[in-house]
């Protein structure tokens, strides 16, 4: 394995200064999204507090993440999605300060409360150093100018703050969006409100579409960037996109926020990929509670599975962002929580993970759902960081296990009221809603021929053992509303990080992980070997 990775460099060298990142090594990939300023303070320390309801900056900056990189890949992420990084407006404006990045006043300048330049190369550096890529929030349907003296008066408005669009002619005429069926309106009036209106760039203009292709073309190779995430994707007309991520020429997720599956497909189409917002919205129902439709959930799925551009592959599955009530804010039912979590875990989508679900977290609407993560000490003994690491673990060993584990679709073997098995061999996931106070005695049957006859099963949520029968089925009683996620013990490896003491594969098998070879391959990088052609 390692008597490989010499000869393979150049290769990778070069991969690397064509495109940041393809869209294929993004596929096995797994992200923990972070919201600059809440993540970790630069000082290390852990006690300062962090009011979300006064929506200002609380100090987090990239220097943080860096210091904090052990946390996040200890859990198996091998991806961080960051906040927008570009200067916002330093008004205190109706929805307070632009703590989120969000609103960017010039997108040639660094947000210096994040941190400087330096700050931020070194984050990637130390990103890639560790194998790890790094996912940049951009934001190219508006730039921010706020009301004079807190008034809602749109002729206040004073654009020659904004770099480098400082004309009121490089937006589109104020309007504000009111009916989000009239596409025309979701594309050229502005979101946000007369408080803080989100002044909407004329990205009809050849000009304007110039610059901003140049534009992320820079970013991308000034901080080498691996992937995008693009805010407000559906605000700007379709067929702006394609030029636009050829040009950053790097792998991009697109936000479209929807709870239309038809409606989102259309962006695969032009960006790649998108947010599967159209899968969220049914997956929050489904564990709410045991009324929650499962069905309704894996229909959904199927439905965005045919649609998507790629299927479901390339598109980001999540429970929780910075936009939406965090899950335990409508269920603090355990059993829920962890079945609802491990759903982007087993499903054919790039798993992301919006930081704090980790340690618990509650908050409900924005500003709420923004909670400073240092208060949790970033404590690795909690439940659900554990859940999150054998979730991970096991989604790598299946990938090791089987090579088209990235682009097979998952299926859905067996469907109950309460209960649903997803299928990506060689990992088979048990869900259920029926919530942790259930005593209904429930079973879970997995069709014959799943598993090899007879062979050992683990559960690596809690690495108990199952002998499957003869003919490859299994039948497993729910307990405590628990989700079970199951791989062949000959798939674990008896060195690798997962239920080391039942794994019955050996050294070459789930263990050794790619990433410890990327870690190698970049360690060779980050040592300076590379540096020079990097910058290319
Ligand atoms: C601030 C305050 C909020 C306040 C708001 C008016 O102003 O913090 O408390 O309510 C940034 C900040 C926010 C800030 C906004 C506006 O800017 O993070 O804190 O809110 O100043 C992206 C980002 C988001 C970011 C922006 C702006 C865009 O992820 O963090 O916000 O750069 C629309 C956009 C979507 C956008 C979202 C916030 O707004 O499409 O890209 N997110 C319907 C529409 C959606 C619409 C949504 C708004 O309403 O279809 O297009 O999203 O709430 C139903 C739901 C509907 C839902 C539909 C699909 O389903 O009930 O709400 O969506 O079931
Ligand atoms: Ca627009």
Redesign the pocket.
Known sequence: MFGKIPTLLPALLLARCVLSATPDEWRGRSIYQVVTDRFALADNSTSQPCDVSA?KYCGGTWKGITNHLDYIQNMGFDAVWIS?VVENIENE????EAY????AQDIYSLNNHFGSKDDLNELVTAMHFRGMYLML?I?V??L?SVPKNGSTDIQTLDFSLIQPFSNASDYHPYCE?TD?NNQTD?EQCW???K??P?ADLNTEDKDIVNTMNEWVKDIVKKYNVDGLRI?????IRKDFWPEFVASAGTFAMG??????TTYTAAYTEVIGGVLD?PTW?PLTAAFTSPKGNLSALATSAVQARKQYKNGAFLTGAFLE???QPRFQSITQDQALVKNAMMWPFVHDSIPILYYGQEQGYTGN???NN?EALWPSNFDTSKPLVNHVKAMNAARKAAIAANSSYTTAPMSFLAQSDNGLVVSKPPLVALLTNVGNSSTAATTWDIPASTFKGSETVVNVLDCKTMTAAPDGSLHVRVQGGMPQLLLPGSVLSKSGNLCTKVAAGGKSGAGFSTQASWSLVWGFLGLGLGKALMHM
Do not use: C, M, Q
């Not at 404006?93 to 307070?96: I, N, P, R």
């Not at 989120?100 to 609103?103: A, E």
């Not at 936000?255 to 239309?260: G, I």
């Open positions: 929506r927008p404006t109706a929805y307070g989120h990045g969000y609103w929030d934001v349907n508006h921010v969006i989000y979701v979101i946000g409100d408080k803080l989100l805010d407000t994707a559906k605000h936000e479209v926020l929807s709870d239309n917002y919205f962002n910075h936009d609407n924005d500003p923004r």
